[in-house]
């Protein structure tokens, strides 16, 4: 890579870096959201919304493609982020 490109690469990294911290203040906002939501969950069973998970999921694809980004990029991210907070519910899930 020459030292321009290097130069320029370097620039980029950085603006991902801010983005990334970014990104994490937006995810602990998020988290606390879950917190209180798996508070007001009575069964465990309730975890699991699948008609929710599917609304959602839609919802981003239309939103994604308006925005011009993959569909297929998103969807990956935010199955992962729902798997990922419906892992956490169970983990804090305390029955009443």
Do not use: C, G, H
């Not at 490109?5 to 870096?17: Q, S």
């Amino acid at each position: 890579m020459s030292p321009k490109n290097k130069k320029k690469l370097d620039i980029i990294r950085k603006k991902l870096d801010q983005i990334d911290n970014q990104l994490l203040a937006i995810i602990k906002k998020r988290t606390l959201l879950v917190n209180e939501v798996v508070k007001l969950k009575e069964n465990k069973s309730e975890i699991v919304d699948q008609k929710r998970i599917t609304s959602i999921l839609k919802n981003i694809k239309i939103k994604s493609i308006k925005k011009n980004i993959d569909p297929k990029i998103t969807n990956r991210i935010w199955k992962n982020m729902i798997w990922s907070y419906i892992d956490y519910e169970r983990k804090n899930f305390k029955k009443k």
